[in-house]
């Protein structure tokens, strides 16, 4: 497994106002999107490719198109909505899937309650996007999930990572072939005993779509 610190003064600069508790949801939402586009010119650097001609005013020209079957990109419901558009803009021609996990508070286990994915990812490269790798449950069912399918390439694209969630997604992906690589940008300091980022930057789907648990 490669994890990617996209290192770059934008993205550091994005994520410091997405932090600050005093950034709305508006706000949130537009730097999301923003920085997820970043994120994603890192994430899609082994994008597969094939050869194509065409004609050009003056003359032909050998180019690349996206290969087929076409790339597919899969929100983590619901906080990953938030990421989707930047990742279309980057990838228009790629198809979009839905999976939707909850992650039980006491024993930080994902189980999954909602499914809108082909049923045979045979040969197919999946970017995943989900704000944050916090325990690395939710983003390991996700994997299994996919590699049952058949994808064979699997690009992880969040704006945090705790250095324990990355640990732990290592240690539970260790049994699967397939290239997997997570594209982060930062790797805060830890997680809290509640299982959160630190320092993070709060509940992200709460700080999307504005439905605040509580003022922490």
């Known amino acids: 497994m490669r994890v990617i610190v996209a ?22 939402r537009r730097l999301a999107d923003e920085l997820v586009t ?14 194509v001609d065409v004609e050009t005013p003056v003359t032909k020209a050998r180019g690349i198109k996206l290969a087929t079957p076409r790339p597919l990109i899969v929100p983590i419901l619901r906080a990953g909505l938030g990421m989707l558009d930047g990742m279309v803009r980057l990838l228009p021609t790629a198809e979009v899937g839905f999976l939707g996990l909850v992650r039980n508070e006491e024993t930080l286990e994902a189980t999954t309650y909602a ?44 704006l945090i ?17 397939v290239p997997i690589t997570v594209v982060t940008g930062a790797m805060d300091e830890k997680l809290n005993e509640n299982g959160y980022i630190v320092p993070g930057l709060g509940d992200a789907g709460d700080r999307l779509y504005g439905i605040a648990k509580n003022d922490a």
């Open 38 to 51: 970043l994120l994603a010119y890192e994430a899609t650097r082994d994008v597969r490719v094939e050869e």
């Open 115 to 158: 499914n809108r994915l082909p049923d045979d990812l045979s040969s197919r490269q999946v970017y995943v996007v989900d704000p944050m790798l916090a325990t690395g449950g939710t983003l390991a069912a996700t994997i299994d999930y996919l590699v049952e399918r058949g994808a064979d390439d699997i690009t992880a694209v969040v």
């Open 7 to 28: 290192d770059h003064p934008l993205i550091s600069h994005k994520l410091t106002t997405l932090r600050d508790k005093r950034t709305d949801s508006p706000t949130f």
């Open 161 to 177: 990572a705790a250095p324990e969630g990355v640990e732990k997604l290592r240690e539970l992906t260790s049994h699967i072939n």
